[in-house]
């Protein structure tokens, strides 16, 4: 028997050499994870640096984009990464809540189990095929249908009006965010499903015995436990938002300007990025790319940070499909 | 009485609602993967396996970037995978209670969720710019930093179910700790690390960001990995953003292809995971 060779004490030399051996692997394996987030940001920092030394501040503050004469600056597409970040949460928090509370309170027993499976599923789907379905499918039906409505009772409203005005292009800011709700909503209603899963029976046991109605013990048991992972999963989801490329960058459109109207086109860093960056010529105009990557990993970087941490406190046994 | 009644009507309201949520989350799966299928069958062939990418306006397949897919993330997942274990085992074994585990398991949730894009950037900036060119390697590199994450977690959390009973009992025998890794642990949690590098394989094989300046693309057949080399991911980026029906076309059946095998190897995972705990409702 192989095993009962461990007890042979001519072997214990052998074996302490390998333990030592297997221990080290182990340990340096885990040092690489450590190392390579630290490298990222390194790596990220040294390309940036000459369009950060050549553009100051300026870099964060100007809209101009323009590859003949060499300037650069980031505005639009943080801009545009916040604009179609936000307005994806927004169309997918009601909806991803909606999921959790179905597959957590409502759901019988027999449908949990699919349900579940198909909405992670969406979450399997790369990202990519999210873009070409955006570009074909989803955009001429806002095109055709969705847009003109819009334009039409929206765009007469007082504050909110000049957000919609402009022809239907169907490419741009709104379809955009759109396609990237459709995208982060199986991540959010994922966390928040297991959130709303660690809530013990017995308090929730307790609210019906008062008499509470389903959304009584959910809105006012439920919700109230799980706040912090609730905010913490929507934190994930802006992570993935703000960061995602393929699907954004079929529709946006690429326009390096801030539009007022959320129709017209725009960009973000990751579609900016993803468009010029094999084909950018010049140090500058590739240092540029690069400092845009580094504001994304920043703000990215704390928005997950944030995310995980407020997580941290709810045991990771319970986030394990995210 | 009417107090009751309109609590009761908002219960209603708000429940149906969630189930409605829930619909409109299914009905977008169900688009997606309907247009997939519709506009992606009709170019199904056995052209599309033997053929190469099409000049506009030719016909062609998509051999090579099939082959250059299959490539770069077997090489990305040859290079994440071990790493990746080792590593889930250092934080499950070894080093289960160090104070550096708790920095090491925040990094790698950090690095689960980072954007994919900036890992691409980074690999440019480490191989690209070193080799000269793109290249195949490059674009493995940047999948394997992108598994590697999802292998530590699952690897981590796999190793952590295996009983601690045996685990003394092998300790009892007399075995170092190495031996009761690699001939209890492990073979104790195969089939949820098998799963683990299952995910890992489903999430790099459509991950196009990273190999956008990586890989870059090759209209021709080239098993160099030290050159530029087709890949699913990108010829659908940019044929699907070609004016040529014909590169559309095949742009619609090479994401069918990604998405039918992502679909298979996650329901494969899922499988796999629900035989390893019974009584999970999930």
Do not use: C
Not at chain 1, 40 to 48: E, N, W
Not at chain 1, 221 to 240: F, K, S
Not at chain 2, 134 to 144: D, H, K, R, T
Not at chain 2, 219 to 235: D, E, G, K
């Amino acid at each position: 028997m192989n095993t009962l060779a461990a007890i042979d004490p001519r072997h214990a030399p052998a074996q302490r050499l390998r333990e030592r051996l297997f221990q080290g692997a182990t340990f340096a394996a885990a040092l690489v994870v450590l190392l390579l987030l630290g490298g990222v940001a390194l790596s990220l920092l040294v390309g940036a640096w000459p369009a950060f030394a050549h553009f100051k501040l300026g870099f964060l503050t100007r809209e101009i984009w323009n590859p003949v004469t060499d300037q650069y600056g980031a505005l639009a597409p943080i801009y545009g990464t916040l604009v179609t970040s936000f307005l994806a949460l927004l169309l997918a928090i009601p909806v991803s809540f909606g999921i959790a509370i179905f597959l957590t309170e409502l759901a019988p027993v027999w449908l949990k189990r699919p349900v579940g499976v198909a909405i992670e599923l969406l979450a399997a789907v790369p990202s990519i095929i999210y873009g070409v379905w955006g570009l074909f499918v989803l955009a001429p039906v806002l095109q055709r249908h969705v847009q003109p409505w819009i334009i039409e009772h929206l765009g007469p409203l007082p504050l909110i009006g000049p957000l919609f005005h402009g022809p239907p292009f169907g490419i741009g800011v709104l379809t955009a965010s759109f396609v990237l709700a459709i995208m982060v909503i199986p991540f959010i209603s994922a966390v928040m499903r297991d959130v709303f899963e660690t809530v013990p029976d017995v308090l929730k046991e307790s609210g019906y015995g008062l008499g509470a109605t389903t959304w009584e013990v959910i809105w006012q048991v439920v919700v109230p436990y799980a706040r912090t992972g609730i905010v913490g999963g929507i934190m994930l989801g802006l992570g993935r938002a703000l960061g995602e490329t393929m699907a954004v960058t079929f529709v946006i459109g690429n326009a390096h300007r801030i539009g007022s109207s959320l129709l017209a086109p725009g960009t973000t860093i990751s579609a900016s990025i993803a468009n010029e960056f094999a084909e950018a010529v010049g140090d500058l105009y590739t240092s540029s790319l690069i400092a845009l990557g580094a504001l994304l990993f920043l703000i990215t970087f704390s928005v997950i940070a944030a995310a995980r941490l407020m997580l941290l406190r709810l045991g990771r046994r319970a986030l394990s499909s995210v | 009485m009417s107090r009751r009644l309109l609590r009761k009507l908002v219960n209603v309201l708000a429940l149906g609602l969630s189930g409605l949520a829930t619909a409109i989350g299914l009905f977008f799966l169900g688009a997606i993967l309907w247009t997939l299928i519709h506009s992606g069958l009709a170019g199904v062939s056995l052209k599309l396996f033997t053929a190469m990418t099409p000049p506009p306006g030719s016909s062609g397949g998509l051999l090579n970037a099939i082959y250059g897919s299959v490539v770069m993330t077997v090489i990305g997942i040859l290079i994440g995978g071990p790493i990746g274990m080792l590593a889930g085992t250092y934080l499950a074994e070894y080093g289960r209670t160090a104070r550096i585990s708790t920095v090491i398991r925040f990094v790698n949730d950090v690095l689960l969720s980072a954007p994919s894009i900036i890992i691409g950037l980074f690999v440019y900036e480490l191989l690209v710019i070193r080799m000269g060119h793109f290249s195949a390697i490059a674009g493995a590199v940047a999948l394997a930093i992108i598994a590697m994450p999802v292998t530590v977690r699952t690897t981590e959390d796999m190793l952590n179910l295996v009983p601690q009973g045996m685990k003394d009992a092998s300790t009892a025998m007399g075995a170092y700790h190495w031996r009761t890794i690699t001939s209890v642990i492990y073979p104790a949690a195969r089939s949820g690390i098998v799963t683990g590098l299952l995910l890992a394989v489903a999430r790099i094989s459509g991950e196009t960001a990273p190999l956008l300046f990586t890989a870059l693309n090759n209209q021709f057949w080239s098993t160099n990995i030290a050159a530029p080399m087709a890949n699913l991911p990108v010829v659908i980026f940019q044929f699907g953003l070609s004016p040529y029906p014909n590169w559309q076309q095949l742009a619609w059946s090479g994401a069918l292809l990604i998405t039918v095998s992502i679909l298979i190897l996650s329901i494969a995972a899922r499988l796999v995971v629900s035989s390893l705990t019974p009584g999970g409702n999930r």
